[in-house]
């Protein structure tokens, strides 16, 4: 829910001029993105263990790094727009330290970040020109799971499925063939993946 002193910025499309923006830098970074419980992270940990440079969540690093403080998952989620600026600065820094020409599996990309701004009433085209600096060599948008709670994760199936939608949009907005990984066994979504890179 909002907060009385948040704006509603729920169903804020991209700034079209603003996405006329030339990209920088051509990257050799392949993202792996989807709402929560697609299964992201068992397919980084996949692409890992095969032997790819691969770079976690920023999301779960900051809820973990968090908790690890001491602090409740409640009082972490009560300013919405504080932890997502702070996940998304987390983000930002990541992808600044990252070289252009190493080949990296990301878990999340920056345009991932839109659908939680709006959702924290954040207008997202506050971050849209960020997105320009580094061009991404794939997409791969995992194809939703049915969706399970944990210690970190939050929402439901229509929270999941709005997210989804959006992300999607998002990266096709921004320019991005986006790679739909359909529900498919661990070993199998890892060799569609594999053999769909820069397609």
Not at 31 to 42: A, E, L, N, R, W
């Amino acid at each position: 829910m909002l907060s009385p002193s948040q704006s509603d910025y729920r169903n804020t499309e991209l700034d079209p001029e603003l996405l006329l923006t030339p990209f920088k830098v051509q990257t050799n970074w392949h993202v792996i993105t989807g709402t929560s419980c697609s299964g992201k992270t068992t397919l980084i940990d996949q692409l890992s263990n095969e032997g790819f440079q691969t770079v976690q969540e920023s999301g779960r690093q900051y809820f973990e790094s968090e908790l690890a403080k001491g602090r409740t998952m409640d009082e972490i989620r009560r300013d919405r727009s504080t932890f997502t600026r702070q996940v998304y600065a987390m983000m930002l820094e990541r992808e600044h330290i990252l070289q252009p020409a190493e080949f990296i599996f990301l878990d999340r990309a920056l345009p991932d970040a839109f659908a939680f701004f709006r959702f924290a009433g954040i207008n997202p085209n506050e971050i849209l020109s960020d997105c320009f600096q580094n061009r991404y060599a794939t997409v791969f948008m995992l194809d939703r799971l049915t969706y399970q709670k944990d210690g970190i994760r939050a929402g439901d199936d229509m929270y999941a499925e709005i997210f989804d939608l959006w992300m999607s949009r998002d990266y096709r907005a921004l320019g991005y063939n986006v790679v739909r990984v359909p529900v498919l066994p661990p070993e199998e979504r890892l060799a569609f993946v594999l053999e769909r890179l820069s397609d």
